[in-house]
């Protein structure tokens, strides 16, 4: 199966910044749709960011804040995180779907943001 792999979460302080990494076992195509999503504790997972080949579409919580960029050469979705908020602390996954084909989820990174 396709294998997606996320890492570079951990624990920040209000304000401060991480850079979250997705990589693929397999090709990324200019076609494929990615993006990251979060799930915190007793709530619903939520789209964070997407994007195609170049456009980028961002949740409103994170807009400003959050830059989502792809290399399909490295095979590798990165997400860069500043002016971290509290209400950032979830669980956040990469995801891969190739047109007419299934969803593919990471495994997830946790992310916490606390004094």
């Known amino acids: 199966q396709v294998q997606l792999v996320e890492s570079g979460g951990g624990l920040v302080q209000p304000g401060g910044s991480l850079r979250l990494s997705c990589a693929a076992s397999?090709?990324?195509?200019?076609?494929?749709?990615m993006g990251w999503y979060r799930q915190a504790p007793g709530k619903e997972r939520e789209l964070v960011a997407g994007i195609t080949n170049t456009i980028a579409n961002y949740a409103d919580s994170v807009k400003g804040r959050f830059t989502i960029s792809r290399d399909n050469d490295k095979k590798m979705m990165s997400l860069q995180m500043n002016s971290l908020k509290p209400e950032d602390t979830a669980v956040y996954y990469c995801t891969r779907r190739r047109i007419g084909g299934p969803m593919y989820w990471g495994q997830g990174t946790q992310v916490t943001v606390s004094s």
């Open positions: 397999g090709t990324i195509f200019s076609t494929d749709d």
